[in-house]
């Protein structure tokens, strides 16, 4: 059974940072695209951050949506089959749930509806 869990959410001051991590059992993250994606309270889900698998071609190409792009950054740690988002110079408008989602995929894929598991979400919370 497959399980994904994120952590390191919270409440932090604009211009602060926050690191979250997604952790996975029942498979091993390094094969599948990863994504993180947020929701923010009456607005859809927005994909944030994307990373491929190390296991092709693309080896661990990202890309980012515009609005994080320069703040925020995708990686993986493969010996503890983890993907972190360091997010920093936090604002406001990224307040959210943040989800790790595995694609069934190996190269980077932006449209949630092609993520096959997807974590219980973080809240991430940047208020003064």
């Known amino acids: 059974q497959v399980q994904l869990v994120e952590s390191g959410g919270g409440l932090v001051q604009p211009g602060g940072s926050l690191r979250l991590s997604c952790a996975a059992s029942?498979?091993?993250?390094?094969?599948?695209?990863i994504g993180w994606f947020r929701q923010a309270p009456g607005k859809e889900r927005e994909g944030v951050s994307f990373?491929?698998?190390?296991?092709?071609?693309?080896?661990?190409?990202?890309r980012y949506a515009d609005s994080v792009k320069g703040r925020f950054t995708i990686s993986r740690d493969k010996a503890k089959n983890l993907v972190y988002l360091q997010m920093n110079s936090l604002q406001p408008g990224d307040t959210a749930v943040y989800y790790c989602?595995?694609?069934?995929?190996?190269?980077?894929?932006?449209?949630?509806?092609?993520?096959?598991?997807w974590g219980q979400g973080a809240q991430v919370t940047v208020s003064s």
């Open positions: 990373i491929s698998s190390s296991d092709n071609s693309d080896d661990g190409s990202t």
């Open positions: 029942g498979l091993t993250l390094d094969y599948y695209a």
């Open positions: 989602a595995v694609a069934d995929s190996s190269i980077v894929v932006v449209s949630p509806f092609l993520y096959t598991y």
